[in-house]
C-alpha cells in the first residue's frame, strides 16, 4: 500500500481503525495473534549442546580423536588423556567465548527495545512495542523512538532522524499531507514515520501500517536472507596447513616404520613409534592455542570498546585491504556544531568538538578579544529562539533536542551565555514553533525594560526574503540589492565547505496580544547573521586513515548524505586524494554489475547511496580479490555488512539487523577502533605464524631425529613417550606464551598480505625445514657421541638426546619471534614466554631427575658435565643460522 499518497481518512479506513478512539484490547489481541509480534525475525540459534559439540567439526580435532583411540589401545592411557585434555579445552574455549559475545550483544539489544504510547479504548497506554498491531493510534514526542511504520496523522514541529534507514544525519522535518508518487525513496515520505528511526524535535500522532517484517526496516532486513557469509582467510589457511600436516606427517611416519622395521625392529616397537611420531608431527595444541591467540585478542579489544562476535574476525581484520565506512557516527561525531559564523559583514571560525560548550572564536585565525555587538547578538538570539537542552550525564554532555537547535545553543554557551544567565535579561512571551512550509521559527521575548522583541530563525532564503534591513559593521543598513548579494555569496562560501546555514534575525516592536499571527511579527525583520554548521569528523580519526593508507589499506566512506558534505568530510579526514573519484547513488543505479568492477577501485566516496548498491559496491571489490571490511548502523547496511569478509556494527546507534549481521560491534561507534582492531588482527596473524613456526621446526627435528637414525641403522635416540612429553609440555606451553607477543613497531607500515597468502609465504617453509633439520642433526650428534662412549647404557644416551632435543626448542622458540634473527628483540619483552621456557626446563629436570618419574619416561639422571655437550649442541642450530644471516648480510654490503 502507498501509504504516503492517502489522507488520513483514507488510511483510517483501509486499515480498519478510530483516530479517535483506537483499537479495543480485544481487537488488538486478535491483530497480535493474526499478525504475530511486532520484532525482526532473527535466525534461530543452536542451544547450549550443539553449540559445544559444533567446536568439534575440525578436521585436525577428528583426526586427533583417531590418534586419541589408538594410543589407548596401544595402552598409552597417559597420552590420550592428555590429547583428550587439549581437545576438551580447546572445544570449551570457543564454546564460552561465542557465548559470551552472544550475550554481550544481546544486552545490546535489550538497550534499544522501545515502549510505545498507544490510543486504546479512547485512553492512552504504555505498551511493549513488540505489542504494537496494524491500526493502533501511536503518539510520540521528542526522545521517543518508533516503534513501528506510522502513517503522520497529527505533527507539532516534527522532525525525525532517519539515519538508521537513509544515512542523512540531519532530521527529516514531517508533515500530515499527503505526499504524491508511487516511487518516492524513504527520506522524502514526509508524512510517514518509520520503525526504529529517532524523533529530535516536536511530537505528533500516527497510525500504525505495518509491523515486524512488513516494516521498511523489515522489508531491508529480508536481503540478509540472500547475503551469504564468507569463509575467513584464517579458516582457509588453517584448513590448508591441517591437509598439508596430515599428509606429510603419515608419508614420514610410514617412512619411519618401514625404515626401521627393515633395520631390524620390531614390527610393534616401530608401530608404536610411528604413531607417536604421527601425533608428534599433527601439532594437537595448535587449534587451541590459535583459539586462544584469538580469544586473548578479544579480550584485549573489549578493552578498545569493541565486541567480537565470531572469533576469526580478528584475524580477518589484519589482512583488510578496503574498509568501506559509512559517515554519519563513524567517521563523524554525529553531533551537529557551528564551526562559522558571520555577522556584519566579519566571519569568525568557532573551534570546539561535539556538544561540549568549550571552545573559542577566531577571526583571521586570531582570538578574539571583546565581541562585537553584532556577533553577541547573533548568538544570544540562537540562544533564545531554541528549545534544546544540553546535559550532562555520565561526565558527557548529551543533547535532548533537535541537533540543529542543539548546535546553535553550544555555539552561544562557549561565548559564556546561558539560559540561566539570560533569565533576569529576557523573558519568553510567545512562540511560533518551526514548520515545513514556512521553514521558521519565531518567539516574542521581553527584555528587563520591558522591550518587546521578535527573534526569527530559519533557512537563509527565507529569512532574507522577511527582513527589509541588515546590520553592518555595527550600523543597521537596508538589505538592498547589493547587501543581498553579501548574504548569498557566504551562503554559498559556506554551503561550500559543506555547512548548513541558519539564519538569525530579529526585529523591536511596540506590543503584542495573544491573537497575533506568524505572518504578523515574521516580516520587516533586521537580519543578523549566519551560523554554519556542521557533523564534524571525530577528532582522531584523520589519524586513523592515515595510518590505514601507511599500513596499505584504502578507506572508502559510502553513505546516504548529499554528496557535498560526503566530498567535504572525506576531503578534511583524508579519504579523499586530489583526483579521486566521488560517485552518486544515480549514477551507480544506471550501472551493471561489471561496468562498477571496473572503476570501483578508483572511486574513494559513494553518496546518496541505496542499501543495493552498497551490496554491490562490496561485491565488486571482492571481485577485484579485496578482503572488505564494511561499517554500518542501519538496516540499510546490514546486507553489505553480512556480505562483506568483516561486518562491523555500530553498538550505540546501531540496529539490531546490523549488530546481528556484523562480526564486530564498536562499543563506541568510533572509526579509529576498527585502526586498533587491524593492527590487533595483524599481530594475532603473526603470532599464529611463530607459533606454526616453532611447532612445526619442533616436530620436523622430533621425526627427522628418528629417520636419521633409523638410516644410519642406530637405536631409537627417543622412546614414543618422550616424543609425547616433548610435544605436549615443551611444544605447548612456550607455543602458547607467543600467541601472547606483542606487535612489532612497523606491523601497521607494512601492506596488507594477499588473501591468499599460504601460511608459510614469505620463506617460512625454509624456515621451519632448515631449523627442524639443524634441531634433529644437534639431538642425534648429541646422542652418537654419549652412545659411541657407552654403548651398554642406552638409556642413558636418550636422556642426553632428550635433553638436548628440549634445550634445542627451547632456543629456538626466541628465535621465532621475529622473522629477522634472535638478536632483533629483547627477549625480556615477553616475560609470559620467559616464565614458559623457565617452566619447560624444570619440569624435564623433574622428569630427568625425579625417581618415580624416571620409571615412567624411560629416563635416567645426567652428570652435570654432560650439560655443556647438551648446551652446546642446542645453541648449534641458532648459531649457525645467525652467523649464516651475518655472512649473507656482509656479503651484500660488499656487493
Known amino acids: ?36 509480534t511486532n520484532e525482526l525475525q ?73 515502549q510505545v504510547m498507544v490510543l486504546r479504548e479512547r485512553e492512552w497506554r504504555k505498551v511493549a512495542s513488540r505489542d504494537v498491531v496494524v491500526g493502533d493510534i501511536v503518539k510520540f514526542t521528542s526522545g521517543d523512538r518508533i516503534g513501528a511504520d506510522l502513517r503522520i496523522v497529527q505533527a507539532s514541529s516534527l522532525e525525525i532522524e532517519e539515519s538508521a534507514l537513509t544515512g542523512e544525519s540531519v532530521p527529516s522535518v514531517k508533515s500530515v499531507s499527503p505526499v504524491a508518487g508511487s516511487d518516492i525513496a524513504i527520506g522524502d515520505q514526509e508524512n510517514m514515520a518509520f520503525m526504529g528511526t529517532l524523533v529530535t524535535r516536536g511530537s505528533g500522532v500516527g497510525v500504525v501500517v505495518a509491523t515486524g517484517m512488513n516494516t521498511a526496516m523489515g522489508q531491508i532486513a529480508d536481503l540478509l536472507q540472500s547475503a551469504e557469509a564468507t569463509i575467513t582467510p584464517l579458516q582457509r589457511k588453517l584448513e590448508q596447513l591441517g591437509k598439508i600436516l596430515i599428509t606429510v606427517a603419515l608419508i614420514l611416519t610410514a617412512l619411519v616404520v618401514i625404515v626401521g622395521v627393515l633395520q631390524g625392529h620390531s614390527l610393534y ?47 580477518t581484520l589484519g589482512c583488510a585491504s578496503v574498509i568501506c565506512s559509512d559517515k554519519t557516527g563513524t567517521l563523524t561525531q554525529n553531533k551537529m556544531t557551528v564551526t562559522h559564523v558571520w ?150 562560501t559556506l554551503a561550500s565547505k559543506a555547512l548548513r546555514n541558519i539564519a538569525v534575525a530579529f526585529k523591536p516592536i511596540t506590543s503584542f496580544h495573544e491573537g497575533m499571527l506568524e505572518k504578523d511579527v515574521e516580516k520587516d525583520l533586521i537580519f543578523i547573521g549566519l551560523q554554519g554548521m556542521i557533523d564534524p569528523p571525530r577528532p582522531e580519526v584523520k589519524q586513523a586513515v592515515k595510518e590505514c593508507r601507511e599500513a596499505g589499506i584504502k578507506t572508502v566512506m559510502i553513505t546516504g548524505d548529499h554528496v557535498i558534505t560526503a566530498k567535504a568530510i572525506a576531503s578534511e579526514i583524508g579519504i579523499l586524494p586530489m583526483g579521486g573519484k566521488v560517485l552518486e547513488g544515480r549514477a551507480l543505479q544506471g550501472m ?62 546501531g540496529t539490531d539487523v546490523a549488530k546481528e549481521a556484523s562480526s564486530l560491534v564498536l562499543l563506541d561507534d568510533n572509526f579509529a577502533t576498527i585502526k586498533s582492531a587491524i593492527k590487533e588482527g595483524r599481530n594475532i596473524y603473526e603470532n599464529i605464524r611463530k607459533f606454526i613456526r616453532y611447532l612445526l621446526a619442533s616436530n620436523v627435528g622430533e621425526i627427522l631425529v628418528m629417520l636419521f637414525a633409523m638410516l644410519l641403522a642406530l637405536p631409537l635416540p627417543l622412546v614414543p613417550i618422550q616424543i609425547l612429553w616433548v610435544n605436549l609440555v615443551t611444544d605447548g606451553l612456550p607455543a602458547m606464551a607467543l600467541g601472547l607477543d606483542q606487535a612489532e613497531g612497523d606491523v601497521m607500515k607494512r601492506k596488507p598480505r594477499h588473501p591468499r597468502e599460504g601460511v608459510f609465504a614469505r620463506g617460512l617453509w625454509w624456515k621451519i625445514v632448515s631449523r ?80 618415580p618419574l624416571q620409571g615412567i619416561f624411560h629416563t635416567v639422571a645426567i652428570d652435570p658435565k654432560e650439560w655443556l655437550l647438551i648446551l652446546g649442541m642446542a645453541s648449534l642450530p641458532t648459531f649457525l643460522l645467525v652467523g649464516t644471516l651475518f655472512t649473507s648480510k656482509a656479503k651484500k654490503n660488499m656487493v
Open 592 to 653: 551493471s554489475q561489471e561496468e562498477l568492477e571496473q572503476i570501483v577501485e578508483d572511486v574513494y566516496v559513494y553518496a546518496r547511496v541505496s542499501p543495493q548498491h552498497k551490496l554491490s559496491i562490496v561485491k565488486a571489490l571482492q571481485k577485484k580479490g579485496h578482503i572488505v571490511a564494511m561499517t554500518g548502523d542501519g538496516v540499510n547496511d546490514a546486507p553489505a555488512i553480512k556480505a562483506s569478509d568483516i561486518g562491523i556494527s555500530m553498538g550505540i546507534t
Open 772 to 851: 627442524g633439520f639443524l634441531i634433529g642433526l644437534a639431538t642425534l650428534l648429541a646422542f652418537i657421541i654419549v652412545y659411541r662412549q657407552n654403548p651398554d647404557n642406552l638409556m642413558y644416551a636418550q636422556t642426553v638426546a632428550f635433553a638436548t632435543l628440549v634445550m634445542a626448542q627451547l632456543i629456538h622458540v626466541f628465535d621465532c619471534r621475529s622473522e629477522r634473527s634472535i638478536f632483533h628483540r629483547n627477549p625480556f619483552q615477553n616475560m609470559y614466554l620467559v616464565g614458559s621456557v623457565l617452566s619447560s626446563i624444570l619440569l624435564m629436570l623433574v622428569v630427568i631427575y625425579y625417581p
Open 1 to 36: 500500500m502507498k501509504w504516503h499518497e492517502m489522507r488520513a481518512e483514507e488510511v483510517e479506513e483501509q486499515i480498519n481503525s478510530n483516530l479517535n478512539a483506537g483499537l479495543s484490547e480485544s481487537e488488538a489481541k486478535n491483530r497480535l495473534l493474526q499478525f504475530g
Open 42 to 114: 532473527e535466525a534461530e540459534r543452536p542451544n547450549a549442546i550443539l553449540l559445544f559439540l559444533e567446536q568439534f567439526k575440525d578436521f585436525m580435532v577428528v583426526v586427533l580423536l583417531a590418534a586419541t583411540m589408538i594410543s589407548g589401545l596401544l595402552g598409552e592411557y597417559i597420552d590420550a588423556i592428555a590429547i583428550i585434555a587439549i581437545v576438551v579445552i580447546n572445544a570449551f574455549l570457543g564454546f564460552f567465548q561465542e557465548r559470551k559475545a552472544e550475550k554481550s550483544l544481546q544486552a545490546l539489544k535489550e538497550l534499544s527495545a522501545p
Open 269 to 315: 616397537d616401530m608401530f608404536l613409534a610411528g604413531v607417536s611420531l604421527a601425533v608428534a608431527a599433527i601439532p594437537e595444541g595448535l587449534p587451541a592455542i590459535v583459539t586462544v591467540a584469538l580469544s586473548l585478542g578479544v579480550q584485549r579489544m573489549i578493552k578498545q570498546k569493541s565486541i567480537v562476535r565470531k572469533l576469526p574476525a580478528v584475524e
Open 343 to 492: 555577522s556584519g559583514g566579519k566571519l569568525w571560525s568557532v573551534t570546539g568538538n561535539g556538544y561540549e560548550p568549550k571552545g573559542e572564536f577566531l577571526q583571521d585565525g586570531n582570538k578574539v578579544g571583546k565581541m562585537d555587538k553584532s556577533l553577541q547578538q547573533l548568538l544570544t538570539f540562537g540562544l533564545l529562539c531554541n528549545n534544546a537542552e544540553v546535559k550532562v550525564k555520565n561526565k558527557q554532555y548529551v543533547l535532548d533536542g533537535d541537533p540543529t537547535e542543539g548546535a546553535l545553543l553550544v555555539a552561544a554557551m562557549k561565548a559564556g551565555y546561558t539560559r540561566e544567565s539570560l533569565i533576569d535579561d529576557f523573558q519568553l512571551v510567545k512562540e511560533f514553533p518551526f514548520d515545513s512550509e514556512r521553514k521558521m521559527m519565531s518567539v516574542i521575548v521581553k527584555d528587563n525594560h520591558g522591550k518587546l522583541f521578535v527573534i526569527t530563525k530559519g533557512a537563509p532564503d527565507v529569512i532574507t526574503k522577511v527582513s527589509e534591513s541588515l546590520l553592518w559593521n555595527g550600523k543597521r543598513e537596508l538589505l538592498t540589492q547589493k547587501y543581498e548579494n553579501f548574504v548569498k555569496d557566504m551562503v554559498h
